[in-house]
């Protein structure tokens, strides 16, 4: 874990990945890197494969930029694996060009929301009746992998508690 500096919160929608992604930040003094759909995407409106595209470049490039410029802890609000799902989900593909980035991508250790949590709605957000089942496709990538995960449950302070654990660090 020495090498990773990079925490990427990932989940299903309205799971607390903002929430506790900038409380990360804060307690670790960290670069938060914010969730690029909120910056691309009009609430409300319908949207195409080549808008999430676009939103993948642009975390793809905040993500790259807080690395370069930070030299502490960097907690992105989300990742490529959330926007691989996503594509996935919705329309099927997960692109070459993006499937490439994602071998190019910084080490990372994930941090699952899970979805015990009320859902909030909001304009941007899609699958209320459907966390759980996505919960577990995100699971299922996560076990695949060979980065280091972490579930976390409950409220925010104790999932802040339990990445702080995970990292090895006193809360």
Do not use: C
């Not at 319908?46 to 690395?67: F, K, M, N, S």
């Amino acid at each position: 874990m020495n090498t990773v500096r990079l925490l990427a919160l990932t989940g299903a929608e309205s799971t607390g990945k903002t929430t506790l992604a900038t409380r990360l930040a804060g307690h670790l003094s960290g670069r938060l890197v914010s969730e690029a759909s909120r910056d691309v995407l009009v609430p409300g409106e319908p949207y195409t494969l080549d808008d999430v595209l676009t939103v993948a470049r642009e975390q793809i490039r905040r993500e790259r930029e807080a690395l370069q410029t930070s030299a502490g802890w960097v907690v992105a609000d989300t990742d490529l694996l959330v926007i691989r799902i996503w594509l996935e989900e919705r329309f099927g593909v997960w692109p070459d060009e993006l499937a490439q980035a994602w071998q190019l991508q910084a080490p990372r250790a994930w941090i699952l929301t899970a979805p015990d949590i009320p859902w909030e709605a909001d304009p941007l957000r899609e699958n209320p009746h459907d966390r759980h089942r996505l919960h577990d496709l995100y699971r299922r990538h996560l076990a695949r992998m060979r980065e280091s995960w972490l579930e976390v449950t409950g409220p925010v302070e104790d999932r802040l508690d339990q990445v702080l654990e995970f990292l090895d660090i006193a809360g």
